[in-house]
């Protein structure tokens, strides 16, 4: 049937579940793939490492992006506008930036 919905049981570890903080991710892509590096860059830290790589195929890449559209629209919708910081004069890290390998 056409609008019928699959059931997927996902399963969630205690570890995975603790999930890990970033603030930067740094995104590149292939012909075949897409690859996307988060890592946290703290204060008075020179160097950020990258914690998690998550590599997708150009389709998934796309339906990730359309979700996150959707959960911002629709959390902003219940909880208000996210409003982003100006960037520092200085041109500095801040907040969540995205780098282009």
């Known amino acids: 049937m056409p609008n019928e919905k699959h059931h997927i049981d996902v399963e969630l570890d205690e570890h995975v579940a603790q999930g890990t903080y970033a603030n930067l991710a740094i995104i ?3 012909p075949s793939e897409f690859i996307l590096d988060f890592a946290a860059l703290l204060p008075g830290t020179p160097k950020a490492k990258v914690r998690n ?24 919708n219940n909880i ?4 982003l910081p100006k960037p520092p004069a200085d041109g500095g890290p801040q907040g969540f930036n995205m780098g282009e390998a």
């Open 80 to 83: 208000g506008p996210i409003r």
């Open 28 to 30: 590149s892509h292939s």
């Open 53 to 76: 790589r998550i590599i997708l195929a150009p389709e998934h890449a796309k339906r990730l992006l359309l979700s996150l559209q959707e959960n911002v629209a629709r959390y902003e």
